[in-house]
């Protein structure tokens, strides 16, 4: 499936973005998808991962309560909603696709495929 992440921009702190991602090519209602972010100089992070059933969401422990996973099966489209980010929360984020498995979705080389990429910037 391919991925297109979009959503990204400048922000201040305590501020919200709503990051897209668009897949084509395949329905995404047989993928679990999760959200991970890299900043600079750092290593890939997990953000956030929504079953393929949709049942389930998980966070790293640093966006709980601020991000919010969903996914549209009917617009083939994942959303990551991010409220009262913060100067940390700078990074690319890129959305990823699992065909078929809940499991590891916390771990990057678990999944199949990738988008492009955003970039969040969130200005203090």
């Known amino acids: 499936v391919q991925l297109q992440a979009s959503g990204g921009g400048l922000v201040q702190a305590g501020g919200s973005l709503r990051l897209s991602c668009a897949a084509s090519?395949?329905?995404?209602?047989?993928?679990?998808m999760g959200w991970f972010r890299q900043a600079p100089g750092k290593e890939r992070e997990f953000v956030a991962a929504?079953?393929?059933?949709?049942?389930?969401?998980y966070y790293v422990d640093s966006v709980k309560g601020r991000f919010t996973i969903s996914r549209d099966n009917a617009e083939n489209t994942v959303y990551l909603q991010m409220n009262s980010l913060k100067p940390e929360d700078t990074a690319l984020y890129y959305c990823?696709?699992?065909?078929?498995?809940?499991?590891?979705?916390?771990?990057?080389?678990?999944?199949?495929?990738w988008g492009q990429g955003t970039l969040v910037t969130v200005s203090s």
């Open positions: 090519g395949r329905t995404l209602s047989s993928y679990a």
């Open positions: 929504i079953t393929w059933s949709g049942g389930s969401e």
């Open positions: 990823a696709a699992m065909h078929y498995s809940d499991y590891d979705l916390e771990v990057a080389s678990a999944y199949d495929d």
